[in-house]
């Protein structure tokens, strides 16, 4: 514990842009201390906060079609290995990844592109050879693939978190599981405030708070938080076997409702499930109430049915499955990368997943530990404060 609580730096956010954040600082031997509250017990009573890494399973791959993404992801999977060893616990599950859609769609030869251009192996695939390689899938005859091998596949974001945090109080990083609800700066330090009436000071703060970040800023950011719902499919023994050579999909199929899946995966009630969640959603959730609500109660029919015909479309064994439906968020930035800079002497930020930021999540994390050192990044992934008229 530092003398007068007082420490170098504070990561306000403990999910996994933070948690690897901290992890960075910590191995460089600096007195951090870390926010994370823990995940709710019970949802719909829980009156903190909430994070989006709250799952078993999210799509890691080099396959992109930004650069950015893709060498942001690259240099996080390199890593993963390193992490799994300092911490025992194995969070990544190599099962291949297939970006699937329209031969003749843009995003198609834009992640071929990339793919060339970074030294990303694949296999372009057409129908054919797709629907012979995996005939548990509806594939379109106007659709190819392009198959990434292992380290793609999925992570375990629970467990990557765990594993960081790990990692990070093992070189001396302070946990502190309370929620920051007031930052106030002077010209050499910040003073932290939390729910709980505790005040701390440290000289830079870095916020990877997510859906949650503008509650804190007095200048907020150009941020868009959605609200998503993904649907899970639980699955017989049977399935279970027959879906055992299923990589990580994401689908861009002719009628333009944009999905991914996770292939099996077993999740704390025992059972095992496969995965959709469908990435056009227009629900803008506009302040901390929305977001709070969206998390705890959040419904919506019309987009059930859209990720229930997607998935019995695309994998029809799994029509007459039980199913069930979650709640979760993420924000998107301006520039569709995330941001990651300082906006005054003492505050810095690296928020703006995009959707993307599981898969991406050390590098980010490893970013952000930089620019409190005074280091510059990407001027690509500069932070853009919200503009009124």
Same mark, same amino acid.
């Given at each position: 514990?530092?003398?007068?609580?007082?420490?170098?730096?504070?990561?306000?956010?403990?999910?996994?842009?933070?948690?690897?954040?901290?992890?960075?600082?910590?191995?460089?031997?600096?007195?951090?201390?870390?926010?994370?509250?823990?995940?709710?017990?019970?949802?719909?009573?829980?009156?903190?906060?909430?994070?989006?890494?709250?799952?078993?399973?999210?799509?890691?791959?080099?396959?992109?079609?930004?650069?950015?993404?893709?060498?942001?992801?690259?240099? /996080?999977?390199?890593?993963? @290995?390193?992490?799994? &060893?300092?911490?025992?616990? =194995?969070?990544?599950?190599? %099962? !291949?990844? *297939?970006?699937?859609?329209?031969?003749?769609?843009?995003?198609?030869?834009?992640?071929?592109?990339?793919?060339?251009?970074?030294?990303?192996?694949?296999?372009?695939?057409?129908?054919?050879?797709?629907?012979?390689?995996?005939?548990?899938?509806?594939?379109?005859?106007?659709?190819?693939?392009?198959?990434?091998?292992?380290?793609?596949?999925?992570?375990?974001?629970?467990?990557?978190?765990?594993?960081?945090?790990?990692?990070?109080?093992?070189?001396?990083?302070?946990?502190?599981?309370?929620?920051?609800?007031?930052? /106030?700066?002077?010209?050499? @330090?910040?003073?932290? &405030?939390?729910?709980?009436? =505790?005040?701390?000071?440290? %000289? !830079?703060? *870095?916020?990877?708070?997510?859906?949650?970040?503008?509650?804190?800023?007095?200048?907020?950011?150009?941020?868009?938080?959605?609200?998503?719902?993904?649907?899970?499919?639980?699955?017989?023994?049977?399935?279970?076997?027959?879906?055992?050579?299923?990589?990580?999909?994401?689908?861009?199929?002719?009628?333009?409702?944009?999905?991914?899946?996770?292939?099996?995966?077993?999740?704390?009630?025992?059972?095992?499930?496969?995965?959709?969640?469908?990435?056009?959603?227009?629900?803008?959730?506009?302040?901390?109430?929305?977001?709070?609500?969206?998390?705890?109660?959040?419904?919506?029919?019309?987009?059930?049915?859209?990720?229930?015909?997607?998935?019995?479309? *695309?994998?029809?064994?799994?029509?007459?499955?039980?199913?069930?439906?979650?709640?979760?968020?993420?924000?998107?930035?301006?520039?569709?990368?995330?941001?990651?800079?300082?906006?005054?002497?003492?505050?810095?930020?690296?928020?703006?997943?995009?959707?993307?930021?599981?898969?991406?999540?050390?590098?980010?994390?490893?970013?952000?530990?930089?620019?409190?050192?005074?280091?510059?990044?990407?001027?690509?992934?500069?932070?853009?404060?919200?503009?009124?008229?």
């Amino acid at each position: 514990m530092s003398q007068n609580n007082h420490y170098d730096f504070a990561v306000i956010g403990g999910g996994m842009f933070g948690s690897a954040a901290a992890r960075h600082l910590g191995n460089q031997g600096y007195n951090v201390l870390l926010f994370a509250p823990k995940e709710p017990l019970e949802r719909t009573s829980h009156e903190g906060v909430f994070a989006s890494h709250y799952d078993e399973a999210r799509i890691t791959r080099m396959l992109d079609a930004d650069e950015i993404w893709s060498n942001l992801a690259a240099r /996080s999977i390199n890593r993963y @290995e390193e992490i799994q &060893k300092a911490s025992g616990i =194995n969070f990544h599950h190599p %099962s !291949k990844y *297939l970006f699937l859609a329209q031969k003749d769609i843009d995003s198609l030869y834009e992640n071929i592109n990339v793919a060339k251009a970074h030294d990303v192996n694949f296999d372009l695939l057409d129908s054919f050879s797709l629907t012979e390689r995996m005939p548990f899938l509806h594939i379109a005859e106007d659709e190819k693939g392009l198959l990434e091998p292992p380290p793609a596949g999925y992570v375990n974001p629970r467990a990557l978190v765990r594993a960081q945090l790990k990692c990070a109080l093992a070189t001396g990083v302070r946990l502190e599981n309370q929620v920051v609800n007031g930052l /106030s700066e002077t010209n050499t @330090e910040v003073k932290i &405030k939390t729910t709980s009436g =505790n005040q701390y000071s440290v %000289s !830079k703060v *870095l916020l990877t708070t997510g859906v949650h970040t503008n509650h804190l800023l007095d200048s907020p950011l150009d941020l868009i938080i959605k609200g998503t719902m993904v649907v899970f499919a639980k699955l017989s023994d049977d399935l279970i076997e027959q879906l055992s050579t299923m990589p990580s999909i994401s689908h861009r199929p002719a009628n333009g409702i944009n999905t991914y899946l996770l292939p099996p995966v077993k999740y704390p009630d025992g059972y095992t499930y496969v995965k959709i969640g469908v990435g056009n959603s227009q629900r803008i959730l506009n302040s901390e109430k929305e977001i709070r609500e969206w998390f705890r109660y959040g419904a919506d029919d019309h987009e059930k049915n859209i990720a229930h015909d997607s998935i019995v479309n *695309l994998i029809p064994s799994l029509h007459n499955q039980p199913m069930h439906f979650e709640t979760c968020a993420h924000t998107e930035t301006t520039t569709g990368h995330p941001y990651i800079g300082m906006l005054s002497n003492n505050i810095g930020v690296a928020v703006g997943g995009n959707g993307y930021g599981a898969k991406s999540s050390d590098e980010i994390g490893r970013l952000g530990a930089t620019i409190l050192q005074e280091e510059t990044v990407d001027n690509r992934l500069t932070p853009c404060l919200l503009t009124t008229a």
